[in-house]
């Protein structure tokens, strides 16, 4: 019977360690859970292995033979037996809880000195701001290597949920609560934010960029996109922070969005729709319900960018939507 328990064990230990279940860490938390991961799996090995040797066992030794209709024999409960297999088992479980306790605290704990990154969702676009670079805005979440980073989120719409897979920690944004998650970058590289929760048509295509770079580098990044966003387009730049190209396709800023209709052939649109073209632009900005592109629903598009842009946004981006100069 050990021996069957050995080659068991064995077996399911190949499969635990050779198929690659979960990504490469690249953050310290991602390390914690992995650990609980693991030291739940030895146990489940372990039970799993003896479950199988004493069934294999039984089955083989004590088979009927083919003529052999007389009953087995009476059994009665055997009480060194139970009171094994209830306190192995409960001491297991309570292993794992605390364990599992201890990982949830450390993973939550920022330390004192965490740096800051607002993340805002709605549907379906990332949006984030760094208050420690002087409100810093960006569509792309970069992050300090080996800095734990803390998250402040914010849903202006539906339910979604915040996941680097590589990093492990995953936390739901609920519109009208503030959520915070805590994460320490411990390898540079790029990685992307994935929505984990339905949130609506576009919810397979709600990701964002994410690159974790050296402190330098990232020092570097914020340098440059402080000083870019003065001189850039206006309207681009709302483009880009209210999210635009998560669901449209538009050639000048190089989104390839498939939720909402493609902006390149906005004036054949407002020509259809009998409209001067800087008018539609704007409806379809602020009321996106009064016309809508033929084979897309209505109520997909939020409507609160009337009140979520400023006037002074909602004209750049018509502007720069319909190539018009300044
Ligand atoms: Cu947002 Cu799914």
Not at 95 to 106: D, E, K, P
Not at 278 to 288: G, H
Request: charged share 15%.
């Amino acid at each position: 019977m050990a021996g069957i328990g050995v080659v068991v064990a064995i077996l399911v230990t190949l499969v635990a360690v050779l198929i690659p279940w979960l990504p490469t860490s690249a953050s310290e938390q991602m390390d914690r859970i992995e650990f609980v991961y693991w030291f739940a799996t030895v146990i489940c090995i372990g039970i799993f292995a003896l479950v199988s040797a004493v069934i294999i066992y039984s089955v083989m030794a004590f088979r009927a033979q083919p003529d052999d209709e007389t009953d087995g024999p009476p059994i009665h409960g055997h009480t060194g037996l139970e009171v094994v297999w209830t306190i192995v088992p409960a001491v297991l479980v309570v292993a794992i809880g605390i364990v599992s306790a201890v990982v949830l605290s450390q993973n939550g704990d920022a330390g004192t000195n965490p740096y800051r990154i607002k993340v805002f969702a709605q549907q379906f676009a990332w949006r984030f701001e760094y208050p420690d670079a002087k409100g810093l805005k960006s569509s792309e979440l970069v992050l300090p290597l080996g800095r734990s980073v803390r998250f402040e989120m914010e849903s202006a719409d539906v339910i979604h949920s915040f996941w680097i897979p590589q990093m492990g920690q995953k936390q739901d944004l609920v519109p009208g609560l503030r959520t915070s998650i805590v994460v320490t970058p411990k390898r540079e590289g790029t990685f992307s934010l994935v929505c984990t929760e339905l949130c609506g048509l576009g919810h397979a295509t709600m990701r964002a960029p994410v690159r974790v770079l050296g402190q330098a580098a990232f020092d570097a990044w914020v340098k440059e996109r402080q000083s870019g966003d003065s001189g850039g387009d206006p309207g681009a730049a709302t483009f880009a922070s209210a999210g635009c190209g998560g669901c449209h396709a538009f050639a000048p800023a190089g989104s390839k969005g498939g939720v909402g209709p493609a902006l390149d052939g906005l004036a054949a649109s407002a020509g259809k729709a009998g409209q001067p073209l800087a008018a539609y632009a704007k409806q379809s900005i602020v009321e996106p319900n009064a016309v809508v592109a033929a084979g897309f629903a209505a109520g997909v598009m939020p409507q609160n960018y009337g009140a979520s842009l400023s006037a002074a946004q909602v004209d750049a981006l018509v502007r720069y939507l319909t190539g018009a100069k300044e």
